[in-house]
């Protein structure tokens, strides 16, 4: 039997866009019709200016999230084109039947390189975050749009179909799932307090011996990005309330994931050290899939000043809620806080005053076994769409018959027209591109030579 390669592509852009893609490689080396090729794009700068814009200038960021028009995803595209590159080295490489993409920038690099190689393989772009999409992720150019789009929620999918004046027939529901870490995580442990125990035994050092298996624990994290800072305000806020009740203390213990912002994790450390109403903090520096699934299982509920897919689905299958979404990292979470409430997996609270009280609040039993039952819902109906993704993707190759675009995407004539004429301005831009690397590189070898020269005499 004729195996399929597929080269399943990602970038750093938050570490969903990864984890999405480990979970396609995952799902698909199960199955013998198809070998995979795992690619992650070892280029950071668009994770470290995603990482800047939400940080330090989210009024912008959300701005273009809700309002730009579908040229900026094309504008996108030229400000990374540094990435056609390596996309032309791996596609001519690994030549690929399939290529699956997790980041739009990504894939319409990809698809630029397709035409500078004259290889087109079949082409899958995934959207992660629930509910509607920004324009910002859709190019005009429909030479940069892929052949077949994959969602997880309806209005995602509307959304998409509407925006790209799209045949449905060429949209697929995809499934979202959790790492295996955090998948097998409680059945190495069993119960939250064999888990709390774990905890204790591994880290013995000084504050975290004083972490209790009988406490309530609270998970607290803001996602990737180093962006964990934003939880001082709720830190502060909770230490005063315990001010007022000191009891509270020796009933919940709060578990801070820095990631890797050291600065805010010795920072958490220094007041603890002084201040009584901070003794049941413990903030967490980097930790690998393993360690985080272990916090999670130990932990009853968490706050999040982020909510994306993955970390959504790593709290489900830790039984760690019902979640408490405070923040968003950027507005296109909105549609995930949205999608977290419609299937009762936990709260979107915006006030700071209702959010401590929701913390400090008795855990009511039945909340906690409905929580469980939606989960497991909802775990099983995605499961089953991953189950059923490898023969999904086997029948649009097999026979070998490619979509042609104007099948796929329904546009004006006028449209078309200046999609072709956009495609010939980036060719041309990107053999531009390739000439000043060129000429650079040749003269910095030149360079070398010649003072490689001067030293030897």
């Given at each position: 039997m004729k195996k399929y390669k597929v080269l399943v592509a990602s970038l750093w852009a938050g570490s969903g866009h990864n984890s999405?893609?480990?979970?396609?490689?995952?799902?698909?080396?199960?199955?013998?019709?198809?070998?995979?090729?795992?690619?992650i794009s070892p280029t950071k700068y668009v994770d470290s200016h995603y990482s800047k814009l939400t940080k330090y200038l989210p009024f912008i960021y959300n701005y273009l999230v809700k309002h730009s028009p579908t040229l900026l995803s094309d504008a996108v595209t030229l400000y990374t084109f540094r990435l056609v590159d390596e996309c032309v080295d791996i596609l001519y490489r690994e030549k690929p039947d399939i290529l699956i993409g997790t980041h739009f920038s990504q894939l319409q690099c990809f698809k630029i390189a397709q035409w500078v190689l004259n290889s087109h393989p079949l082409t899958?772009?995934?959207?992660l975050d629930y509910g509607e999409k920004s324009a910002a992720e859709v190019p005009f150019n429909v030479y940069l749009r892929p052949d077949y789009t994959v969602t997880y929620d309806q209005i995602a999918y509307d959304w998409l179909i509407k925006k790209m004046q799209a045949n449905k027939k060429y949209f697929i529901f995809g499934g979202h799932r959790a790492r295996e870490e955090f998948r097998h995580v409680a059945l190495n442990y069993k119960s939250k307090s064999v888990a709390l125990q774990a905890l204790n035994e591994k880290y013995k050092n000084e504050p975290y011996d004083q972490i209790k298996p009988d406490k309530i624990s609270v998970l607290i994290t803001s996602g990737g990005g180093g962006t964990v800072q934003r939880t001082l305000k709720l830190l502060k806020k909770i230490a005063q309330v315990q001010k007022q009740n000191i009891d509270l203390i020796d009933k919940y213990q709060f578990f801070i994931i820095c990631g890797s912002n050291q600065g805010f994790l010795n920072k958490v450390l220094k007041i603890r050290s002084k201040k009584l109403s901070w003794q049941n903090f413990f903030p967490f520096g980097w930790l690998d899939a393993t360690?985080?699934?272990?916090?999670?299982?130990?932990?009853?509920?968490?706050?999040?000043?982020?909510?994306?897919?993955?970390?959504?689905?790593?709290?489900?299958?830790?039984?760690?809620?019902?979640?408490?979404?405070?923040?968003?990292?950027?507005?296109?979470?909105?549609?995930?806080?949205?999608?977290?409430?419609?299937?009762?997996?936990?709260k979107y609270i915006?006030?700071?005053?209702?959010?401590?009280?929701?913390?400090?609040?008795?855990?009511?039993?039945?909340?906690?076994?409905?929580?469980?039952?939606?989960?497991?819902?909802?775990?099983?109906?995605?499961?089953?769409?991953?189950?059923?993704?490898?023969?999904?993707l086997f029948s649009l190759i097999e026979p070998r018959t490619?979509?042609?675009?104007?099948?796929?995407?329904?546009?004006?004539?006028?449209?078309w027209i200046s999609s072709v004429l956009l495609m010939f301005l980036i060719?041309?831009?990107?053999?531009?591109?390739?000439?000043?690397?060129?000429?650079?590189?040749?003269?910095?070898?030149?360079?070398?030579?010649?003072?490689?020269?001067?030293?030897?005499?």
């Open positions: 999405a893609g480990d979970l396609y490689a995952q799902v698909l080396n199960k199955d013998k019709r198809f070998e995979v090729v795992r690619f899958l772009e995934t959207f360690d985080y699934a272990l916090i999670q299982y130990a932990s009853d509920f968490p706050v999040l000043y982020s909510i994306a897919p993955a970390t959504m689905h790593e709290l489900m299958e830790t039984r760690c809620g019902p979640m408490l979404v405070h923040k968003l990292r950027g507005a296109h979470e909105k549609g995930n806080a949205d999608f977290l409430v419609n299937n009762k997996l936990g915006v006030r700071m005053d209702e959010l401590i009280a929701e913390i400090f609040k008795s855990r009511d039993p039945k909340k906690i076994e409905a929580f469980d039952k939606n989960v497991v819902k909802l775990l099983n109906e995605e499961d089953e769409r991953l189950e059923n993704f490898p023969d999904k490619y979509p042609k675009i104007r099948d796929v995407y329904k546009v004006t004539f006028r449209h060719l041309n831009l990107y053999n531009l591109f390739r000439f000043k690397n060129f000429i650079k590189h040749t003269y910095r070898r030149i360079k070398q030579r010649l003072r490689g020269k001067v030293e030897s005499k």
